[in-house]
Nanobody, 124 residues
């Protein structure tokens, strides 16, 4: 069951920027913690960034610190990921997810609600 609809994934050149958006598809998630994960071909899904329900606390994987920014709009029940200085190793399917938990938000096992993913390809 797909809980979210992601958009914004596309082909971008190295060093470029991209914004991913995620909207709720089946119910409201305004009070849930949300996150972005990604999965590259042949690799396991990995944590990218998370944000708590009111947007006051964010967490990032070390490999995206200073390049990516997660944000949310509870009025629209959306979560976004602004990505800059993209490199080929950022190529992956990006997924948004939600959880009622407030800790260990970098663990995919904490999330029960997922989107279908959006493909980001960084290539010249």
């Amino acid at each position: 069951q797909v809980s979210f609809l992601e958009s914004g994934g596309t082909l971008v050149q190295p060093g470029g920027s991209l914004r991913l958006d995620c909207s709720a598809a089946e119910r409201e998630f305004r009070t849930f913690s949300k996150a972005w994960f990604r999965q590259a071909p042949g690799k396991e899904r990995e944590f990218v960034a998370s944000i708590n329900w009111d947007g006051e606390n964010t967490k990032y994987a070390d490999f995206v610190k200073g390049r990516f920014t997660i944000s949310r709009d509870n009025g629209k029940d959306t979560v976004s990921l602004q990505m800059s200085r993209l490199w080929p190793e950022d190529t992956a399917v990006y997924y948004c997810a939600a959880t009622p938990y407030v800790s260990d938000l970098d663990l995919s096992s904490r999330y029960g609600y997922w989107g279908q993913g959006t493909q980001v390809t960084v290539s010249s």
